[in-house]
């Protein structure tokens, strides 16, 4: 059976609701919808700017009030541009560098230092001092295994970074009430994928030590890393410009608040023109 041309198109949507939800998935920067004030701008908003023109031009016919509120929407839909546009820019040039951009930055630029300038950003005096300590003391643990004296030392010397160590063990281990012992963390082991058994101490400081150099990385070359950054949103205001959506956008209502206003001014004239013949018909 041959299905009628017509019957294969939809025709669009039907509803007064479908005409709705088709209008709003075109709205994009609504610069071109026909959609005036949209469902989180504010309506008294507008109202208020066509009162403005409406005060401004003082349109005497329908014709002239069709075209007063045309320049209306379109300077409304200019000034709402104007708005994404510079959130838009706020958000870009505020937004994290991406880790693409980080790595563009040359040596030391890695992933693992490019986490720690994100979450972590500079140390303070204070916390620089005590990652060195820390690494100083747990380094040389990293591949062997670390017995509960030691642990007991880390605990009494590292408080803070005990109890991340042991918030670490405590996402392997069996629920319990209370503290593990120094022994009993000591002594656990977990399996990571293909790597078999590990014991959870050894597992934690090859975490935590690449994570803690790379914030002591950061810290010392803090200006290098600002200057790139800075760079680095520089250039992503360069590829905006370039773009110039927006642009074109504003232009393309620059030219429509041209013309328009053209119309009405063509429109004026015609009116007092034939006015004022009107009248001196009637005089004679």
């Known amino acids: 059976m041959t299905i009628p041309s017509k019957s294969r198109r939809s025709g669009g949507p039907k509803t007064d609701q ?71 820019l706020v958000k870009q040039l505020s937004d994290p560098v991406t880790l693409e951009e980080f790595l563009s930055c040359g040596n030391g630029y890695t992933k693992e230092t490019h986490q720690a300038w994100v979450e972590r950003g500079v140390l303070d005096e204070e916390k620089q001092q005590r990652y060195i300590k820390i690494l100083e ?54 399996r990571f994928g293909d ?3 590990k ?16 914030s002591l990385w950061c810290t010392t070359h803090q200006e290098a890393i600002r200057q790139n950054v800075a760079t680095i949103k520089q250039e992503r205001l360069l590829n905006l410009m370039q773009l110039g959506g927006a642009q074109r956008a504003g232009d393309d209502l620059g030219r429509a608040f041209v013309r328009t206003l053209g119309e009405f001014r063509k429109h004026h004239e015609w009116r007092l023109k034939n006015t004022l013949g009107d009248a001196l018909q009637l005089e004679s």
């Open 18 to 88: 479908g005409k709705l939800i088709s209008s709003r998935n075109s709205l994009k920067t609504g610069t071109y919808s026909k959609l005036v004030v949209l469902p989180d701008e504010n309506h008294e908003e507008f109202d208020s700017l066509l009162a403005q023109f409406n005060a401004d031009f003082y349109p005497k016919d329908a014709v002239e009030i069709i075209l007063i509120r045309e320049l209306a929407v379109i300077t409304w839909k200019k000034l709402r541009l104007e708005k994404l546009e510079q959130n838009y």
């Open 137 to 190: 003391f747990i380094t040389p643990y990293k591949r062997q295994h670390v017995s509960e004296e030691v642990l007991a030392q880390i605990k009494a010397a590292f408080p803070k970074f005990y109890k991340m160590m042991i918030d670490f063990y405590k996402a392997f281990s069996p629920p319990k009430e209370g503290e593990p012992t120094c022994e009993e963390v000591a002594q656990f082991q977990v």
């Open 195 to 197: 790597e078999g058994l």
């Open 199 to 214: 014991f959870i101490v050894p597992a934690y400081f090859d975490v935590v030590i690449p994570s803690m150099k790379s």
